[in-house]
């Protein structure tokens, strides 16, 4: 007995119950088995099938077996009724969707029909049942529409490994023909619309940047769904799309001259895209811009100033790949005479670095001034060129000479904390060195000290003792000075060989650290997504201002917020069993996250 088929299993019950023949064992089988099929597939399956037998194989197939006994059949051909059945069948498998993670199929024994025409070229034909599965299909066309879904949400081969571990037996070709199958019967659909009234018409490359690959979009203006993607993007293949909607009386398209003279040729409207209105919009809101602003826009900040160049207002002689940037200058108010001077002093530039750091805040101040480039190199004598450098350039020269100032104070404040701390001691006085006054070098102290402070070292004051008829050695001078500052409770610290009209222990110990300056670069875009940001912010304000109602922020704050100190019940477990498993008690503010 084959226990694999549900007819022996149910003949073996009945068997076991006693008290009944074969025949009516197999007449109680076949009822119940037809039964079954009524009450599953009642609603899916032609009402001329009848279920016969179902089988379960190793392989995990579940196997339905029936059989059709219709009373009349159409004749593919000729579409003629025919109710003369010849006496031979035929079987067809045919593949529906999954149950209990087992491929199912349906094999029905389909009948054979005489074609009653004497026209058609057919003698007798088979059966067919189109609303099950196509003409010799062999899957389901249920099955086929849950193929192409999941194909749509992933991809043909991730659709068909999805499906073989539900049971589903079918390849990522088949999903692939099923799928462009659905699309032709969509496109065919759409070319029969007759409620489309806007047209909207766009180009894509179906692989970036190869115009070989161009196609054209055409879209319902209305739902915003796809309606035909036609291959070519020209006048030609726009008007033949165009004509199929004669309903539609406006066509929505882009710049491109192609479409406009598509549509001229159909008779219909045409409306600019959305997309391409926004974008003139803002690119008249911008031209605007760049005509009414000033061309230094000055906001005022703490002790600053910011100040935005436009650098389109410039003409383009030169290939600047920094084209569109404009230039944020933050610094002081004001910067008095000397300060500069100073600001050189204090970071220990060296010849040359001081030259670029002059002629780079030269060329800034005239920026302000509203100079142009050609004129800023005129009075500077410089090439327009290199005023374009050093403007590229400012932000790293300011950022670097800042840098240089913080270290030099940072080591001041260091000589003051250890002049401070019990355990000072300059490094080059010995514990019983005699004072300044018994020196060789006491003699010249007022040449000295004079010349110090205006930055000479004991190197270059040497030279004008010896003049004078000094016969000590330069280390004298040095030891001298040492011993001098240590004695004034002055932190001696100097770099040798530097020769400024300042002395940087002045600087320091005269007043605190300049105010810094910083330059860095912002795009024209960048500040006009900022004021469109700005406008955003305000577009509720404005609205509820005009209609006279509360804006979003006061909804807000007049609703009444819930108390904070009362625990609510987030969880999916109930009040009772949430109070036992959680800890509802409020966590205090100052409490430490873990």
């Known amino acids: 007995m084959d226990k694999s088929l549900i007819s022996e299993r149910l003949m073996a019950f009945y068997e076991e119950q006693g008290g009944l023949d074969l025949q009516m064992r197999k007449e109680l089988a076949a009822g119940t088995i037809h039964v079954v099929g009524d009450f599953f597939f009642d609603l899916s399956v032609p009402s001329t099938w009848h279920l016969i037998d179902i089988k379960r194989t190793a392989e995990g197939e579940l196997i339905f077996y029936w059989k059709s006994y219709p009373q009349q059949a159409t004749c593919p051909q000729c579409a003629a009724t025919s109710q003369r059945r010849t006496k031979t069948y035929e079987t067809r498998t045919i593949q529906d969707l999954p149950a209990m993670g087992m491929t199912v199929y349906h094999k029905v024994t389909n009948s054979h029909f005489f074609c009653d025409n004497e026209h058609c ?42 499906l073989a571990h539900i049971g589903a037996k079918v390849s990522g070709d088949s999903i692939e ?26 180009d894509i490359n179906l692989c970036k940047g190869n115009s070989s690959t161009a196609c054209t979009v055409f879209i319902d203006g209305e739902t915003h769904r796809v309606l035909v993607i036609a291959q070519g993007a020209t006048t030609a293949v726009a008007e033949k799309i165009i004509k199929q909607y004669p309903e539609a009386k406006i066509v929505s398209r882009d710049r491109d001259a192609a479409y406009a003279a598509a549509a001229q040729r159909c008779g219909k409207t045409e409306v600019a895209d959305g997309f391409h209105l926004i974008q003139n919009i803002h690119q008249t809101v911008k031209d605007v811009i760049r005509q009414e602003m000033a061309h230094d826009l000055f906001v005022r900040e703490g002790d600053g100033w910011i100040s935005l ?9 030169i290939d600047d790949p920094d084209d569109g940037q404009g230039l944020v200058f933050i610094g002081p108010a ?52 290199s005023v374009h450098y050093y403007r590229k350039i400012a932000s790293e020269t300011i950022e670097g000479v800042e840098q240089k100032i ?18 000072y001691r300059q490094k080059t006085i010995a514990n019983k060195a005699r004072p300044t006054s ?11 000290l004079g010349l110090f402070a205006e930055g000479k070292t004991h190197r270059d004051i040497h030279p004008v003792l010896v003049q004078k008829g000094f016969t000590g050695s330069a280390n004298a001078i040095y030891q001298f000075i040492i011993k001098y500052m240590h ?6 610290e ?81 009040d009772s069993i949430a109070k036992l498993v959680l800890n509802t008690e409020k966590k205090k503010q100052s409490a430490k996250k873990n």
């Open 406 to 423: 913080d270290v030099q104070y940072q080591k001041y404040q260091e000589l003051l904390d250890q002049a401070n701390s019990p355990d």
């Open 309 to 317: 160049i436009d650098s389109a207002c410039e003409p383009h002689e």
């Open 438 to 448: 018994e020196s060789i070098v006491a003699p010249y102290q007022d040449i000295v």
């Open 494 to 574: 100097r770099k040798p060989g530097q020769k400024r009209s300042f002395s940087e222990r002045d600087i320091l110990t005269e007043q605190p650290r300049p105010p810094r300056i910083s330059v860095t670069r912002v795009s024209r875009t960048a500040l006009y997504e900022n004021i469109l940001h700005m406008a955003a912010k305000k577009r509720d304000e404005i609205k509820q201002s005009i209609n006279g109602l509360q804006t979003k922020e006061e909804r807000n704050a007049s609703q009444e917020k819930p108390d904070p100190d009362t625990w609510v019940n987030k969880t999916n477990y109930s």
């Open 487 to 492: 004695e004034q409770g002055i932190p001696y």
């Open 121 to 162: 070229s057919l003698l007798s034909f088979i059966e067919q049942h189109e609303e099950i599965a196509e003409k010799n299909a062999r899957l389901s066309n249920r099955l086929k529409e849950f193929c192409v879904r999941l194909a749509l949400e992933s991809s043909c081969n991730a659709a068909s490994n999805a």
């Open 334 to 385: 004001m910067m008095r005479n000397g300060d500069l001077e100073k600001r050189i002093c204090l970071a220990g530039l060296t010849k040359q670095q001081a030259d670029k750091y002059e002629k780079t805040m030269a060329i800034l101040e005239l920026t302000e001034r509203g100079l142009r480039t050609t004129d800023i190199a005129k009075k500077l004598q410089m090439k327009k060129h």
């Open 177 to 202: 023909r099923e799928v462009k199958k659905k699309g032709a019967q969509v496109v065919a659909e759409n070319l029969q619309r007759d409620d489309v009234r806007v047209l909207a018409v766009d």
